[in-house]
T-cell receptor, first 114, second 111 residues
Framework: ETGVTQTPRHLVMGMTNKKSLKCEQH?????MYWYKQSAKKPLELMFV???????ENNSVPSRFSPECPNSSHLFLHLHTLQPEDSALYLC?????????????FGSGTQLSVL | GEDVEQSLFLSVREGDSSVINCTYT??????LYWYKQEPGAGLQLLTY?????DMKQDQRLTVLLNKKDKHLSLRIADTQTGDSAIYFC???????????FGSGTRLLVRP
């Protein structure tokens, strides 16, 4: 148990569906992150929230919409996705933003877009 | 640009040492990390090294950093079947939380 919980573990959705990924951390951290892990490609940072404020949007298409209602919860709302969006979506948290802050990762949501 | 490269696959026999290599391009990297990802799980931080260090040892793990060649390696002594996983190298920039990850090296430990 890493302290970062993601649900669901697996998700299959059509291109016209709307779904949400959820991440919750019980570590008392103030920064939360969404990463995308595609097969044979480097891990890509998508969004960063620090103290509930979005501090990074790494040129992510608008069909991905993050939400951070508090420091413990992070959502990724999905709509009109494309098949190339199929990937493992990893949530992470750290005590705060900073290069010396260690990231704690959840187990990820494996997303398949049909 | 920023780039972190790793070989895709490594196979070793149980009890042998494993060496996973990584090269990076940004000389301003302050921190270099090794993460481990077991099947069905998220990434777990194994160890990290500051850029002003050449070596760091932590039990069975030895990290070597060659700043001149921008080369990082992770040596696992007495490799066990439980070490089978994907290992990610990552670099952290000077004042940023943004980590640049490699594509990962899949380590297979044969009995």
């Amino acid at each position: 148990e890493t302290g970062v919980t993601q649900t669901p573990r697996h998700l299959v959705m059509g291109m016209t569906n709307k779904k949400s990924l959820k991440c919750e951390q019980h570590l008392g951290h103030n920064a939360m992150y969404w990463y995308k892990q595609s097969a044979k490609k480097p891990l890509e940072l998508m969004f960063v929230y620090n103290f509930k404020e979005q501090t990074e949007n790494n040129s992510v298409p608008s069909r991905f919409s993050p939400e951070c209602p508090n420091s413990s919860h992070l959502f990724l709302h999905l709509h009109t996705l494309q098949p190339e969006d199929s990937a493992l979506y990893l949530c992470a948290s750290s005590p705060a933003e900073g290069a010396d802050e260690k990231l704690f990762f959840g187990s990820g949501t494996q997303l398949s877009v049909l | 640009g920023e780039d972190v490269e790793q070989s895709l696959f490594l196979s070793v026999r149980e009890g042998d040492s494993s060496v996973i290599n990584c090269t990076y391009t940004d000389s301003s990297s302050t921190y270099l990390y090794w993460y481990k990802q077991e099947p069905g799980a998220g990434l777990q931080l194994l160890t990290y090294i500051f850029s002003n260090m050449d070596m760091k040892q932590d039990q069975r793990l030895t990290v070597l950093l060659n700043k001149k060649d921008k080369h990082l390696s992770l040596r696992i002594a007495d490799t066990q079947t439980g070490d089978s996983a994907i290992y990610f190298c990552a670099e952290g920039m000077d004042s940023s939380y943004k980590l640049i990850f490699g594509s990962g090296t899949r380590l297979l430990v044969r009995p």
